[in-house]
């Protein structure tokens, strides 16, 4: 959200956000900060938790990253409502240990059928504009789910 500038609609889809240390750490390293590292820094809708597993998450850096594992893992201890995942290895571990999980995409669309944004297809454009990739079946099924095929 924060590569096309709306963090703002992650805070009205969940209200609050928990993101592990290890993820704050990816995008906000002062230096070297990503899109959005300022914003989750200063932000007061996101808080930074410790993970306390660090045994499930070494379990998991043999297939993962180090912020999807420990997501993965922080997502079970506070018991999330859903976790927020686009990597696809990632994915697939944290629905079989029962997560759900919902990712960029996946926001977008339910902001779009709630009426927080207007049109999808402006922000995906945008996203892909980023770097972000988006098949083009996956592009056009999605416009055509919120009506704007």
Do not use: N
């Not at 180090?66 to 995942?85: H, K, P, Q, T, Y």
């Amino acid at each position: 959200m924060a590569r096309i500038g709306r963090l703002d609609l992650l805070q009205e889809l969940a209200g609050e956000v928990h993101i592990p240390a290890a993820v704050l750490e990816e995008v906000a390293t002062p230096g070297d900060e990503r899109a959005g590292g300022a914003e989750i820094r200063r932000s007061s809708w996101i808080r930074v938790e410790h993970v306390a597993d660090r045994r499930v998450v070494e379990h998991l850096r043999a297939r993962l990253g180090r912020g999807e594992s420990e997501s993965i893992v922080l997502a079970r201890e506070l018991s999330a409502d859903f976790l927020v995942l686009d990597d696809a290895a990632a994915r697939r571990v944290a629905e079989g240990e029962g997560a759900r999980v919902i990712g960029l995409l996946g926001l977008l669309v339910h902001a779009r059928e709630r009426g927080m944004i207007a049109k999808l297809k402006p922000l995906l454009e945008e996203l892909k504009a980023t770097g972000f990739y988006i098949g083009d079946s996956l592009y056009h099924d999605l416009l055509h789910r919120v009506g704007e095929a």
